[in-house]
């Protein structure tokens, strides 16, 4: 996390300390994400992007029941 805002702060986006570590588990994992995106291309970007998303996950647990 602190290579990203190292980066942003040095394109004009100062840190937001709250909202960073508000978020934190979001941006790591989204970083990862997209990093793994560059190696395995969208096979290995969605499992992971979405280990976090409760809307999916809800989805998936409702449609899996039917």
């Known amino acids: 996390i602190k290579l ?3 980066f ?3 394109n004009n986006l100062p840190p937001d300390n709250f ?3 508000k978020s934190k588990e979001l941006l790591k ?3 990862k994400a997209l990093i793994i ?3 395995f291309n969208d096979k290995g970007f969605y499992p992971i ?3 976090i998303d409760n809307v999916f996950k ?3 647990d409702y449609f899996g029941k039917k």
Do not use: Q, W
Request: hydrophobic share 50%.
């Open 4 to 6: 990203f805002t190292d």
């Open 29 to 31: 994992t989204h970083i």
């Open 49 to 51: 992007a979405l280990s």
């Open 8 to 10: 942003a702060a040095k």
């Open 37 to 39: 995106r560059n190696i």
């Open 19 to 21: 909202e960073i570590e």
């Open 58 to 60: 809800t989805a998936v």
